[in-house]
């Protein structure tokens, strides 16, 4: 297991891409994690290897093809990493846009996958609790219970801050070699949670317990955004749906039926696959922590499960996805447990909405039937 993998979270270094205008530096500078004096080296040693350089004699057998659309995967796969990440993040966000606050209460996250049968359909919609009043009354005490489990938690919190994949490690290999596809994938669905909830905090604007009472006393430093949805939630959440699907979901054939996170959750045995318990206890380790209330984490479950089911059912073909609603005053007087969460899953909140037929992004699509092979062993 690749215990540094989960650190995708610390999203905001992809600003580093900047860096890469250094690469011509490289014949009389130095490569990364090199001593300063290997590109002068390099230069004498192409001065004395290739000689006379004669344009006109070059050979026509090394001149690249030109490349075809078909070859766009081979192309991606040979990217750096951080080329790679801001190629993933240009498609994987596309799938999705946040919508901006309606009539002061319905804020919708909506899919930019321009549904054939309900044009411009949401895929999760969310609306916060209309009272910060009764958040304090009714969830606090849940949050006070919680900080109980401090002692116990402290080291899982302080990780979780910035990693959150390596938990999921522990119950599903993954190694940067055995596995480099699959936590490509991941690290990208870390970056679509937060990309996705920021601007919802933005404009749900619910204060953080420690605004509402001091003696919350958290046992990190309370973030400066807003607390609902919870992103650790819905960032947990996404890598469960997503890791589920490509452990366990066998339907990957177009045809078949879209995948479905609850079937998952609702398991008659009393069966619930590890990642959606991990993701559980990740959401309920911030309210331990003083930073989250249970009604934050509904709401990052709720989005986190849309999220990783708009994207599993897009690069398997379906034709469909899910869409949610989810109304934090019905929920605002509940602690947050995966029971609960089932239930809101399997009611009458959910419907089916249609893909568009227009092609789907192959780099997407290649990703993630790369990264179900490394699970299910198929020959490449």
């Known amino acids: 297991m690749t215990l540094n993998a989960g650190k995708a979270g610390k999203a905001g270094k992809a600003g580093k891409a900047g860096k890469a205008g250094k690469a011509g530096k490289a014949g009389i500078d130095s490569f990364d994690?090199?001593?300063?004096?290997?590109?002068?080296?390099?230069?004498?040693?192409?001065?004395?290897?290739?000689?006379?350089w004669d344009i006109p004699g070059q050979d026509p057998n090394s001149v690249p093809e030109n490349l075809e659309i078909s070859k766009i995967w081979p192309q991606f796969a040979r990217l750096a990493d951080i080329?790679?990440?801001?190629?993933?993040?240009?498609?994987?966000?596309?799938?999705?846009?946040?919508?901006?606050?309606v009539n002061g209460g319905?804020?919708?996250?909506?899919?930019?996958?321009?549904?054939?049968s309900v044009p411009n359909t949401s895929i999760v919609k969310l609306k916060r609790p209309t009272d910060n009043a009764r958040i304090a009354e009714k969830q606090l005490e849940y949050v006070r219970a919680a900080s109980d489990l401090r002692a116990?938690?402290?080291?899982?919190?302080?990780?979780?801050?910035?990693?959150?994949?390596?938990?999921?490690?522990?119950?599903?290999?993954?190694?940067?070699?055995?596995?480099?596809?699959?936590?490509?994938?991941?690290?990208?669905?870390?970056?679509?949670?937060?990309?996705?909830?920021?601007?919802?905090?933005?404009?749900?604007?619910?204060?953080?317990?420690?605004?509402?009472?001091?003696?919350?006393?958290p046992v990190i430093q309370t973030p400066?955004?807003?607390?609902?949805?919870?992103?650790?939630?819905?960032?947990?959440?996404?890598?469960?749906?997503?890791?589920?699907?490509?452990v366990r979901y066998a339907?990957?054939?177009?045809g078949d039926a879209p995948f479905r996170a609850?079937?998952?959750?609702?398991?008659?045995?009393?069966?619930?696959?590890l990642p959606f318990r991990i993701a559980e206890r990740i959401a309920h380790n911030r309210e331990v922590a003083g930073v989250h209330y249970p009604i934050d984490s509904f709401a990052g479950g709720v989005l986190g499960i849309g999220l990783g089911e708009l994207v599993v059912n897009y690069a398997a073909g379906k034709e469909q996805t899910r869409r949610y609603t989810f109304e934090a005053d019905g929920?605002?007087?509940?602690?947050?447990?995966?029971?609960?969460?089932?239930?809101?899953?399997?009611?009458?909140?959910?419907?089916?909405?249609?893909?568009?037929?227009?092609?789907?992004?192959?780099?997407?699509?290649?990703?993630?039937?790369?990264?179900?092979?490394?699970?299910?062993h198929v020959a490449t």
Do not use: C
């Not at 319905?106 to 054939?116: D, F, G, H, Q, S």
């Not at 998952?264 to 619930?272: A, I, K, T």
């Open 331 to 376: 929920y605002v007087e509940d602690p947050f447990d995966l029971a609960k969460l089932s239930g809101y899953l399997t009611g009458g909140s959910t419907t089916l909405v249609d893909f568009d037929s227009g092609d789907r992004n192959q780099i997407l699509i290649q990703l993630f039937d790369k990264a179900r092979r490394e699970f299910t």
């Open 224 to 246: 400066t955004h807003a607390s609902w949805p919870s992103g650790h939630a819905t960032e947990a959440f996404l890598i469960a749906t997503v890791l589920t699907a490509l």
């Open 33 to 52: 994690d090199t001593p300063s004096d290997l590109g002068y080296a390099l230069m004498t040693s192409a001065d004395g290897a290739r000689r006379y």
């Open 262 to 273: 609850a079937v998952y959750l609702d398991d008659p045995r009393n069966f619930v696959p």
């Open 251 to 254: 339907d990957w054939k177009p």
């Open 83 to 101: 080329p790679r990440q801001i190629t993933l993040d240009d498609i994987v966000l596309r799938l999705i846009k946040v919508k901006k606050p």
């Open 152 to 217: 116990d938690r402290l080291e899982e919190i302080i990780i979780q801050q910035d990693d959150i994949i390596s938990f999921f490690g522990s119950a599903a290999f993954l190694d940067d070699v055995r596995t480099e596809w699959t936590l490509e994938l991941l690290r990208a669905m870390v970056r679509l949670g937060g990309y996705a909830a920021m601007p919802l905090k933005l404009h749900f604007n619910v204060p953080r317990p420690l605004e509402f009472a001091p003696q919350a006393m």
């Open 106 to 116: 319905n804020r919708e996250l909506e899919a930019k996958v321009r549904a054939a």
